[in-house]
């Protein structure tokens, strides 16, 4: 018949993991299912800003609020996770002065700090940026690693008992009249299915919770909005970046470890699967970012990626794309649609993900009657363990990862891809996005996890195609000139393409 | 800081520079160019990344020769990180001592040149090689002080005006070299002044002392762009002066005005090509001759032109040289623990010079003459004493 | 002065300078550095497969030759025909015997090597030193090195054994690891490890391991290490004391075999006369109407010099080469400035999509004289030949074919350079 949780949660992003963490901590047994790995959806498709709230402050304070509030709580609890940069606004000539005003004031009214700094002084410290900028503020905005943070949360719940599985697909769900009593599962590689039962489903499946709405037949209407991302070779700043204007495309640089992420678009799609970026979308970005920093055209972009917001619309009459709002929402179906045993939480972003978990937990742990506290905001994430160690010996260059962690990284898994060890590691993240190190990591799981042939050949060849995916809106330039090394690589050298991989083609 | 930005996104860590670091080749555990240049300096630029990168102490056998540069098929050049790191690497106490004394040559060389006699004597005394032991440098001979003094013909107004860098070696260790390059270009007609100059500033940055390296060389710009601004083209008879002259204080430093400066910078024997001096009809030529190419030279990407001239009928057989470094790379092979890899570097050309009874050795820099000349016995000249008499007349 | 000028050295620059060498034409090769011979296997791929959605290799080379004068008369090898490729291919094997470093085979017929993971590949010219038939050894040992992260025997003799077993060959396929204790301050590669096995205690050391696990028929596959210029002493040594046979097989960049070919070729073009000036990029040429008068190298002081020629060779590579320069609105060779025929789409959805990326296939359109065109086929250029990875009409990757290419039209372009200063 299945085993048997008090909770089974569907999604494994930032939200999932929050609250899979959320539950166990408050003594709840739980299960969380991924369709892939952990934060391969939005969680991991953004452009890794831990907002100060300053964003949002203008038109959403509430939403702004809320990121003053959690930001200094990732700061504490998710230490490992990011990188507390700081960030800056900057005004160009171009931009409005009057809305410097009224963001200023905002700000203050939602509580984030603001420390005016002079235009020669910001030179000095990002010397790539325009010399037309006429204001500058300090913000504490912050780089975060999504990957790592639902791996952290995820590891957490772990810790205290819970299941995190991975690959695991919600095919149906088990009901008795107008309760949800377990769910249906499949093993996405396998094909294998079982089933499990729960008092509570929660579902948490981001841009895909439409689609789990449907499957348990409640009608939630997510509108999936698609945002664009480039990824430069360095480090082109110390601080994020923001353009002091009212929220639009290309406004946003996050310095990410030794990279720089570049956004974002706000398209609507219809497919939440849809983190395609095209060449267009990258020559638009580029024209706009050009403008806070003039030579970016000629920094070496290395890909693009595209995520997909899950916006919710609550009635017709809201606003889409930017003018949606960026709050969450948690959705009791037993109050809306008579469905006991379902609850959704959709909408938000990742900086308040701790959030919206706590709020769905509570209501989870009222609904089962557990009356203890949340505490996830006083106690830090799991540490993975899975940090640059002293081995010299680099088994992918450009992020210097050696063997001993990308051992770590896939210590527990029975399945996995090279790019969920990369989203644990980075490796294949830099200059070379693989061209290199995909050989190399195959071969060494070859024999690490004991795969046949056409195992490992699936394993590099899928890293190849995931990489040129990304590398493809790019292709001009350095990174022009990566793929046809890279070619020559596995194509001409190894003979890639002529090697079996079984159901990989 | 643009342009070497520029350049670390280009590197696509095909390690063909790898394969022709002289110091790799002789030493497995040195990390190589393509991992301490561009690999380490992007991770660099991610400061505040959750481990502290720090430098590795290995970049200290760096030699700067520069051939990582020429061999880039796509024009990244990891010498210009590796210069700039040198200064942060953490020196036991000994080495940096030893490092200053060397780096400080030009201002050693200042006080011996008054008095030279006492300064070779000193050199060659027992209690100074307790002291340089002490301190850690190679048990091989020093350089001794020259203590002839430049002849320079009275002065004459030309439209043709060079202003000459002498460097430390011509002017504190080898007097003749500069005697014939001013005597050449004298015969050729060019009103020739001597740079009121001393160090170029190389010895310095290459090791680490580059804050001090940099006041000089916006000393030393400052003056020549002077001379610059008023006709004069800046000239140098040594391979490492003109080099840092042309791309260092341009890249390195990125002084404002250095690409100007770098324009107007010539190697003698460039200066001679371009002024197309014909040295045929040599009447009595050289039966053959080993021209070593400085990896200095062959740096300013210029070709060997002291070799087109040489070529013209001075040697008969001619043996140009610029596969390997010789491995002195100025004050390095002077360090007690570099010592044996500078001449396991520089074996080959060695080698190559004993596998022949060539008539002449021939080289434009002043160190890699002192390296082949301790190691193979034989005298070296540069290539401007053996052109003197053709172009001069005796 | 000179009588030809080369403009690249890859293998297409360094076989135009050999061919105009050899008609004792007073030669300069000029390139921004090393050419991309280092990046490469050092094998001579002519067609491994033809069509390129083949799943098996080109048996008929002959054949596909004469085919794809018809059906594609832009590639390089139907441009430049049959003769050309069999003068070129004899040429290539005559020069790397004078010059120490030979090879065998022929284009005609396609050889089988494994790659270094392990998947039998087609090429048509190996080093002499690791000519061999694979189907003549029953027993296999693929062996990696523990300092060495760029080769994996489990996983080759993995694909080896599965390939076999595919063809009904039965083979006694083993792998092992082997430790030279060699540094433990960085992952070394096949360079390093070259280097290492040329002093003789490293050698000796590498046998004794080995002894325990290999008889004489055993085939020892392992990453190219054996040397970088004692190529010859390493490899014989080893024979000697385990009496077994040795295949080296190409390994990522830095390929040792692609750096022993490059340089043998460079000291024997230089022992021929040949100049060298590498490390500084041609930034521009001279024209008077279609005659190029003189190219320009800006050196380290910033200033132009000029260098003058009959002929020029331009061999300076693709898009990996830096001879093409993609930009976000088109193609550009940026010498001469011949604008490339951009596509709409410039990448397939597939890495592996047999039919190649439209991406490595642009590139300068020539006529059989390796000139560049314009858009009517008329030549923009009369003494200036196009050769190598510039070149249009061809997708490398998929059809096997990099350094054939280099090979043929760098001879080409070199003696049509030559005979043109004549």
């Not at chain 3, 325990?212 to 004391?241: C, F, H, Y």
Request: charged share 25%; net charge neutral.
């Amino acid at each position: 018949m299945g085993d048997n949780y008090d909770v089974v949660i569907i999604g494994g992003g930032a939200t999932g993991t929050g609250i899979v963490r959320d539950l166990a901590m408050r003594g709840l047994s739980c299960l969380l299912v991924e369709k892939e790995d952990l934060a391969t959806g939005t969680s991991g498709r953004f452009h890794g800003l831990l907002h100060s709230g300053a964003r949002y402050a203008v038109r959403d304070p509430h939403s702004a609020q809320e990121c003053v509030q959690e930001n200094r709580i990732l700061k504490e609890i998710a230490a490992n996770c990011l990188e507390d940069t700081g960030g800056y606004f900057i005004a160009l000539k171009e931009d409005d002065p009057e809305y410097i005003r009224v963001w200023l004031e905002a700000c203050r009214q939602v509580g984030v700090a603001t420390e005016e700094i002079s235009p020669s002084e910001l030179l000095k410290q990002e010397p790539v940026l325009h010399k037309d900028v006429t204001k500058a503020y300090l913000v504490p905005d912050a780089a975060v690693d999504g990957f790592t943070l639902a791996a952290a949360n995820a590891l957490s719940a772990e810790k205290l008992g819970a299941k995190v599985k991975n690959y695991t697909r919600v095919v149906g769900f088990k009901r008795e009249g107008q309760r949800i009593t377990g769910v249906f599962l499949r093993n996405a590689i396998t094909g294998q299915e079982w089933e499990v039962n729960c008092r509570l489903v929660i579902n948490a499946a981001g841009a895909w919770a439409g689609q789990i709405g449907e499957l348990a037949g409640v009608n939630l209407n997510i509108i999936p909005d698609k945002g664009v991302l480039i990824v430069f070779n360095h480090r082109i700043t110390g601080k994020v970046l923001n353009r002091l204007r009212p929220p639009g495309d290309g406004d946003i640089f996050v310095p990410h470890g030794s990279v720089t992420i570049f956004g974002t678009t706000s398209r609507a799609t219809h497919d939440p699967q849809d983190n395609q970026a095209t060449r267009e979308d990258v020559l638009q970005l580029l024209a706009e970012g050009r403008k806070m920093i003039p030579d970016l055209e000629e920094m070496r972009l290395i890909r693009a990626f595209a995520g997909v917001r899950p916006l919710y619309q609550a009635s017709d009459q809201e606003g889409t794309g930017r003018q949606a709002t960026r709050d969450f929402s948690l959705l009791d179906h037993e109050k809306l649609d008579g469905l006991n045993g379902f609850i959704s939480v959709v909408g938000g972003k990742l900086t308040t993900y701790r959030l919206m978990a706590q709020a769905a937990s509570d209501l989870a742990a009222q609904k089962l009657g557990n009356d203890k506290p949340c505490l996830t905001h006083l106690e830090p994430l799991a540490n993975l363990g899975i940090e640059r160690d002293k081995d010299k010996k680099h088994l992918c260059q450009c992020e210097m990862i050696s063997k001993g962690m990308l051992e770590k990284a896939v210590k527990g898994k029975e399945q996995f891809s090279l790019s969920d060890i990369r989203r644990l590691t980075r490796l294949g993240m830099g200059p070379c996005q693989g061209t290199f190190c995909t050989y190399r990591a195959a071969g060494f799981y070859h024999e690490l996890k004991n795969l046949t042939a056409q195992e490992g050949n699936k394993l590099l060849k899928e890293h190849v195609q995931e990489r040129w995916k990304g590398a493809r809106p790019v292709l001009w330039g350095g990174q022009a000139q990566e793929i046809e090394i890279n070619r020559g690589i596995y194509l001409s050298l190894l003979n890639l393409d002529r090697l079996d991989s079984g159901d990989y083609v | 800081m643009k342009q070497y930005e520029k350049r670390l996104d280009y590197c696509l860590k095909c390690s063909t520079c790898h394969t022709q670091c002289p110091v790799l080749e002789n030493f497995l555990d040195f990390p190589g160019p393509k991992h301490l240049g561009p690999e380490l300096e992007r991770l660099r630029m991610a400061q505040g990344h959750k481990i502290q990168l720090t430098i590795d102490g290995k970049l200290a056998y760096c030699t700067n020769c520069k051939r990582c540069d020429l061999a880039c098929p796509h024009g990244v050049k990891p010498s210009v990180f590796n210069m700039h790191n040198r200064a942060r690497i953490g020196l036991p106490l000994q080495e940096k001592v030893r490092d200053w004394v060397l780096a400080h040559n030009g201002w050693w060389g200042g006080i011996a040149s008054h008095m030279p006699a006492l300064s070779n004597l000193a050199l060659h005394n027992p209690l100074t090689r307790i002291f340089l032991d002490a301190i850690g440098l190679a048990r091989r001979d020093l350089p001794s002080y020259d203590k002839r003094k430049l002849k320079i013909g009275k002065h004459f107004s030309s439209q043709k005006k060079a202003v000459y860098f002498l460097g430390c070696y011509a002017r504190y260790n080898e007097v003749a070299i500069a005697q014939s390059v001013i005597n050449i270009f004298e015969a050729l007609g060019y009103q020739l002044e001597i740079a009121p100059l001393g160090c170029c500033g190389t010895p310095l940055f290459s090791n680490g002392f580059l804050n001090e390296a940099r006041e000089l060389a916006e000393k030393n710009s400052r003056v020549l762009l002077d001379y610059i601004e008023k006709g004069y083209k800046v000239i140098s008879s040594c391979p490492s002066c003109t080099l840092t002259l042309k791309e260092e204080y341009r890249d390195l430093f990125a002084l404002p005005e250095g690409e100007k400066l770098a324009r107007g910078v010539y190697d003698v024997c460039e200066l001679l090509v371009e002024e197309e001096v014909s040295l045929k009809g040599a009447t009595d030529p050289y039966g053959s001759a080993y021209y070593h190419v400085p990896c200095h030279l062959k740096a300013q990407g210029m070709g060997t032109p002291a070799a087109e001239l040489l070529g013209q009928g001075v040697v008969q057989e001619l043996t140009v040289s610029d596969g390997y470094c010789c491995g002195m790379a100025g004050t390095y092979g002077f360090k007690k623990e570099k010592y044996e890899l500078s001449k396991a570097i520089g074996s080959p050309v060695f080698q190559g010079i004993m596998d022949k009874d060539y008539q002449l050795v021939l080289t434009d820099c002043g160190t890699c003459k002192l390296q082949i000349e301790q190691n193979t016995g034989r005298k070296v000249l540069h290539p401007v004493q053996v052109m003197e008499k053709l172009i001069v007349g005796t | 002065m000179y009588d030809v000028i080369v403009m690249g050295a890859g293998l297409a620059g360094l076989m135009a300078a050999a061919a105009a060498a050899e008609l004792n034409k007073k030669v300069l090769v000029v390139a921004k550095g090393r050419g991309n011979l280092y990046s490469a296997s050092g094998y001579i791929d002519f067609l491994g497969y033809y069509p390129t959605d083949c799943r098996q290799p080109l048996e008929n080379v002959v054949e596909a030759l004469e085919d794809m004068v018809n059906d594609n008369p832009q590639h390089p090898y139907a441009l430049l025909g049959k003769e050309k490729v069999d003068q070129a291919f004899d040429f290539f094997l005559k020069i790397m015997n004078r010059a120490g470093y030979s090879y065998s085979g022929s284009w005609k017929k396609n050889r089988i090597y494994p790659t270094a993971a392990g998947a039998l590949a087609p090429t048509s010219l190996v080093p002499q030193r690791s000519c061999l038939d694979l189907a003549s050894y029953q027993e296999i040992l693929v062996v990696g090195f523990r300092e060495m992260l760029d080769f994996y025997p489990f996983y080759a003799a993995d694909n080896l054994r599965e390939q076999f077993y595919q063809q009904g060959e039965k083979k006694l396929i083993r792998a092992a690891w082997l430790d030279l204790g060699l540094s433990k301050e960085r992952e070394l590669n096949s360079y390093d490890l070259a280097v290492a096995l040329e002093d003789e205690a490293v050698r000796f050391r590498l046998a004794e391991q080995l002894r325990v696990k290999v008889s004489e028929n055993t085939l020892v596959i392992l990453p190219a290490v054996l040397g970088i210029r004692k190529w010859a002493r390493v490899q014989g040594d080893l024979e000697r004391m385990l009496a077994c046979t040795f295949l080296e097989i190409p390994t990522l960049p830095p390929s040792v075999t692609g750096m022993r070919l490059a340089e043998s070729l460079m000291e024997y073009l230089e022992q021929r006369g040949v100049e060298f000036q590498l490390g500084y990029p041609v930034t521009g040429a001279l024209q008077e109407g279609k005659k190029c008068t003189g190219i320009k190298i800006e050196t380290a002081s910033g200033r132009v010099q000029v260098k003058r020629a009959q002929s020029y060779v331009l061999a300076t590579g693709g898009i990996l080469g830096g001879g093409l320069k993609v930009k976000p609105g088109g193609i550009t060779e940026e010498i001469f400035q011949i604008k490339i025929e951009m596509l709409q789409e410039m990448s397939n959805q597939d890495f592996f999509a047999p039919q190649g990326q439209p991406l490595s296939r642009t590139g300068i359109r020539v006529n059989g004289l390796l000139q560049p065109v314009g858009a009517q086929g008329e030549p923009l250029l009369t003494n200036v030949f196009a050769a190598g990875k510039n070149l249009t009409g061809y997708d490398p990757f998929v059809e096997k074919s990099g350094n054939g290419v280099a090979l043929v039209s760098g001879c080409a372009a070199g003696w049509l350079a030559g005979k043109g200063a004549l």
